[in-house]
């Protein structure tokens, strides 16, 4: 049980995981093993406020290590030896929410010319990391960036200062692409993989944020009455953006975050990107989760019968690994499931927006802390 927080853990069993016995979690048997290279390699993951540390997932990490090329039976078998399952309730009754993300495939150019206008940005050197050390009094404890100028900190700009201009002249751009849509739902997607004129292919992930809250323009064409409620979707929002070119401006900018992108190579067009976690994402495999609350690497059993066109036979029901995270997922039991790359998973990703049931496993030496 926690305790101070707006949910709570209830200890279950995996006969009480709907379809537990159906999953074949086998495929995350490469991104356990990475998450594994990268603690023992680098630095640990952030503890969320949940309490769960990267220390407690290393060992099921070691012994996962060895099942590669095992059957579904075997994994389901080991996660049963060596975790207990939780189902994360929210206190308010309500169920969980997710839904799902993509890797764009956009055209880009090198230049800048009158068809290749809108930039995607490294991180600038005047945004700087915010924590409890040195964040300024008064400033929302919600921001992790903010904008250093003569040894002060403040709000960086937003999304309609920066596409007016403010980082125009200092050689940030990576690349120019076609679409002002393409380069705002990369923004919303955090990753992408950009094809140049030659046909070379490059990715882009996420580096970092201006800091402000993602608001959805969903929600505000909605609310405008521009586009009918259930009409709404990645595709009937990107088609009134291109049509209404003059009114775009001030929808684009009520979203007042803003991203950056480092860049990075494309070595395995079967994998995913780079997240958050510093692990490539697996397709239909990994969760963006609440980073504040929760701690990556850890897996989570997902259950939504309202989910029909990612499994054959309808009713999702998957085990996955927590390896990202994004301004808009808030909350114990809120997620954002990876699709994969180019349109196909696009199509997949704009028709998730489902409640679902969210079940935490817990490495059984730390599951005692939570029963």
């Known amino acids: ?3 101070g927080q707006d949910f709570e853990l209830r200890p279950v069993s995996f006969a009480d995981l709907p379809r537990w016995q159906e999953d074949d979690p086998s495929s995350l048997a490469g991104a356990m093993c990475d998450c ?5 390699s680098a630095k640990p993951y952030k503890t969320g406020s949940l309490g769960l540390t990267a220390g407690d997932l290393v060992s099921l990490l070691e012994q996962a290590a060895g099942l590669s090329g095992e059957s579904p039976e075997t994994w389901r078998a080991f996660f049963e030896a ?3 399952p939780f189902l994360i309730r929210r206190k308010d009754g309500e169920r969980g929410f997710v839904t799902a993300f993509f890797e764009p495939e956009v055209e880009v150019s090198a230049a800048p010319d009158e068809t290749f206008r809108y930039p995607f940005y490294r991180r600038p050197d005047d945004l700087v990391d915010v ?3 040195n964040r300024p009094a008064g400033m929302d404890d919600y921001y992790e960036f903010g904008l250093q100028r003569d040894g002060v900190i403040s709000y960086y700009p937003d999304r309609g200062t920066i596409e007016r201009g403010y980082l125009e002249g200092r050689g940030l751009e990576i690349a120019w692409a076609k679409s002002r849509a393409d380069v705002f739902f990369t923004h919303v997607q955090g990753a992408a993989r950009l094809r140049y004129p030659d046909g070379s292919l490059k990715r882009i992930t996420y580096a970092a944020k201006a800091g402000h809250r993602f608001s959805g323009i969903g929600k505000l064409l909605i609310e405008r009455g521009e586009i009918a409620r259930e009409a709404i979707s990645m595709q009937s929002i990107r088609a009134w953006l291109e049509a209404n070119p003059d009114r775009a401006d001030d929808v684009y900018w009520q979203n007042r975050s803003y991203i950056f992108f480092r860049e990075a190579a494309v070595d395995d067009v079967t994998k995913g990107p780079i997240a958050a976690a510093k692990v490539p994402l697996v397709a239909g495999r990994s969760l963006a989760v609440d980073r504040r609350i929760h701690t990556f690497g850890f897996p989570f059993y997902i259950v939504s019968e309202a989910i ?8 999702f029901a998957r085990l996955m690994l927590a390896l990202d995270t994004g301004s808009a997922i808030t909350g114990p039991a809120r997620g954002d499931i990876f699709t994969g790359s180019g349109d196909e998973a696009g199509e997949m990703a704009g028709a998730v927006a489902c409640p679902a049931d969210f079940y935490i496993l817990l490495p059984k030496a730390a599951a005692a802390r939570y029963r």
């Not at 594994?36 to 023992?40: A, D, E, F, R, S």
């Open 36 to 40: 594994l290279v990268h603690l023992k």
């Open 131 to 133: 924590n409890d050390a």
């Open 308 to 315: 029909t066109h990612m499994d054959r036979d309808g009713h």
């Open 1 to 3: 049980m926690t305790e």
């Open 82 to 84: 060596t975790c207990e």
